[in-house]
């Protein structure tokens, strides 16, 4: 029961915030509480000094202000020092034990002037009481233990010494005073509950707010990172170079941004599957971290194989391309994943800011036009974008510009590059090859328009153009000879431009058993699932499919031996090297054997010497292509060969010239 009466009268521990809360509240009202004490304690001693003796008077008055003034100091310093909870809870205690010997003493101090003064003192003093007691009790609300003991000592003192006073009048006070008492003390418990409530209130607000801000602060991460690898994502990357560019204004400070792609990264996700693409993406970001720990460059991951770097101080440029150049050399390493492995390499574009640009788009551009011709011309390296680089820009975009208003068919032609069979001696079809003679620009390379009209999405036109011209050509040749023509990887994204090419064809009497679609390993790998639908579609009609270039891109077997093809075109590359360099030798062995195997046909381009012939003859090579057997012809050449070597009975050229006509 004592241990039950001594908690229900002692500050608990087990709710610190509202015990800090309480500490803060009597740390402002006690103060006020003791001055008021003060004053009215000075206003009895003054109507009392010639009545009271002077230990009433001015001994307690000045002992009890003292101890006023010490306790105010001490609340009025707690408020600029950070208490430990402990502390605040003894503190608490304290000062409910203190408030009860308070009450004690102030009762009977008070109580004592009674047997001195008139009437009127009688009154004061009793307003004292009254005041005094309230005064104490609402600055004590928030420690309700502190202001009922007050409350209880007071009344109950007040109460009996009037009760023995044996007066109606002060008897009816006292009555007034316990019910005063009682109403005031049932207030403060309410306003101690609403305060307890309100705190409670404002600590679950606060921890959600914390919720909140933790949640944000997550959203904002996963909204400013990749979540495959952890890096920073493309958003994030473009906000800290536009950071960046506002900072240049008050600093003229300089920065480097750059764009990287991954080799051959594409191959992995179409024959191993997007799992292995993911873990070389995170191994990926792993050696960047690691090649530019400790530098101040931002790793972040654009989008698929892409990688940005922000180079926030960056040095010179010969300073940039030799820390480039560690990340390259740290992607050179072999990736290991769950089917296996593969050796990929990476390719950097940058660009400095403001040198090749003063605005975060261009600058953009200009390291992907980097990156681009990076890829082009040196895979592999880290390259910064130049005045050679603006030069081709502005030439790229004369000739886009000249695409877009030429009139195709009059300035497109086709020329023919015929394929020999060593087995009988005679051409075997003849590859259709596409020729600009463009008013502005005079003639320009194959693969500059081609990709121009990539760019500028004019290929799939361009395409029907010089299919239109190839197959009015070849419907006047013999039967036997198989038109080569180029599909673009654009070609292979869905099955309507080779279905309206089919179209074509046997619009201009061109049988489809007579045409063959060259495609390259780097358009399949763009989107292998659509290239092998457009493929089967190819093959169902009775079209041949060729791989060109064979050896250049990612050359799997897998994909080779899943794939709907007839015929491989090995790669000049391979031929230019073969008097000289014994690898490459081996290399189309493998290839020739590859193709038996596989039974399907191998054709070797770049064929242009005798010694190359004969090593191609002797390696039992069946079907060549190259300046050694014929450069590309014209039409009107191409009919007029054809018809001196098959011997015609009708002039081949001639419904060519009254097509022409």
């Known amino acids: 029961m004592l241990l039950k009466l001594r908690s229900l009268f002692n500050v608990q521990s087990d709710d610190p915030e509202l015990n800090r809360a309480r500490y803060r509240a009597l740390s402002r009202q006690l103060p006020l509480m003791y001055g008021i004490l003060a004053i009215n304690m000075l206003a009895l001693t003054i109507t009392h000094r010639d009545l009271a003796p002077v230990w009433l008077t001015l001994i307690m008055p000045v002992l009890f202000i003292s101890y006023m003034l010490a306790r105010t100091v001490k609340y009025v310093m707690s408020r600029h020092t950070i208490t430990e909870d402990s502390d605040i809870v003894k503190s608490l205690n304290n000062t409910i034990i203190q408030a009860g010997i308070t009450a004690v003493c102030f009762a009977a101090w008070g109580l004592s002037f009674f047997q001195y003064g008139t009437a009127e003192h009688h009154s004061q003093l009793i307003f004292f009481i009254g005041l005094t007691s309230v005064t104490c009790a609402f600055c004590l609300m928030h420690l309700p233990q502190a202001a009922l003991i007050n409350f209880a000592v007071v009344t109950v003192a007040s109460c009996i010494y009037l009760i023995q006073m044996q007066s109606t009048v002060f008897l009816a006070i006292a009555f007034n005073m316990v019910l005063v008492a009682v109403v005031f003390g049932t207030l403060l418990l309410n306003s101690e509950r609403d305060f307890a409530r309100m705190i409670l209130q404002k600590k679950a607000q606060r921890r959600q707010h914390l919720r909140l801000q933790i949640l944000n602060q997550e959203n904002q991460k996963l909204a400013n990172t990749d979540s495959l690898t952890g890096l920073s994502n493309r958003r994030l990357f473009l906000a800290e170079i536009d950071e960046l560019v506002k900072q240049h204004e008050l600093y003229a400070s300089e920065f480097v941004v750059a764009l990287m792609d991954l080799d051959g990264f594409k191959p992995i996700n179409d024959v191993f599957?997007?799992?292995?693409?993911?873990?070389?993406?995170?191994?990926?970001?792993?050696?960047l971290r690691e090649a530019f720990a400790g530098e101040p460059v931002t790793i972040a991951r654009l989008g698929g194989d892409e990688f940005g770097l922000l180079f926030r101080k960056p040095g010179t440029d010969d300073q940039v391309l030799e820390t480039a150049r560690r990340a390259c050399k740290a992607l050179k390493q072999a990736f290991q994943f769950d089917e296996g492995s593969a050796n990929l390499t990476a390719t950097i574009g940058m660009a400095r800011f403001p040198t090749a640009a003063?605005?975060?788009?261009?600058?953009?551009?200009?390291?992907?036009?980097a990156l681009y011709y990076a890829k082009q011309n040196s895979k592999a390296e880290p390259v910064f974008f130049s005045h050679e680089h603006e030069r081709l820009i502005f030439a790229n975009s004369a000739m886009e510009q000249a695409l877009r208003h030429a009139d195709l068919e009059k300035e497109m032609s086709v020329e023919f590059q015929p394929v020999l069979d060593l087995s009988t001696g005679h051409t075997r079809g003849l590859e259709a090859l596409a020729r600009w003679y463009s008013p502005q620009l005079g003639r320009v390379r194959p693969d500059l328009f081609i990709t121009a009209a990539e760019n500028i999405g004019m290929i799939g036109h361009l395409t029907e153009v010089l299919f239109r011209k190839a197959v009015a050509e070849a419907a006047h040749w013999p039967h036997q000879l198989i038109l080569s023509f180029n599909l673009s990887a654009i070609s292979l994204t869905s099955t309507g431009p080779v279905q309206r090419l089919l179209s074509i064809a046997e619009n201009a009497g061109v049988s489809p058993q007579r045409l063959m679609f060259e495609i390259t390993e780097s358009a399949v790998m763009k989107d292998y699932d659509s290239a092998q639908e457009v493929l089967a579609i190819i093959r169902e009609v009775g079209a041949h499919v060729a791989i060109d270039d064979f050896g250049t891109g990612f050359s799997s077997l897998a994909y080779v031996h899943r794939l709907?093809?007839?015929?491989?075109k090995v790669d000049r590359s391979f031929i230019r090297d073969l008097t000289r360099n014994e690898k490459s030798t081996n290399v189309l062995r493998s290839i020739l054997s590859l193709c038996e195997n596989l039974e399907i046909g191998c054709i070797i381009e770049g064929v242009e010497t005798q010694e190359q012939f004969d090593l191609v003859t002797d390696l039992g090579g069946i079907c060549i292509q190259g300046y050694y057997y014929s450069k590309p012809l014209s039409a009107g050449d191409t009919a007029m060969v054809l018809q001196i070597e098959f011997d015609e009975q009708e002039p081949v050229g001639q419904p060519r010239r009254m097509a022409a006509s």
Do not use: E, K, M, N
């Open 358 to 369: 003063d605005t975060r788009s261009h600058l953009f551009d200009r390291a992907d036009y």
């Open 564 to 568: 709907p093809i007839d015929t491989l």
């Open 273 to 287: 599957g997007h799992p292995a693409g993911d873990q070389v993406l995170i191994q990926t970001a792993d050696r």
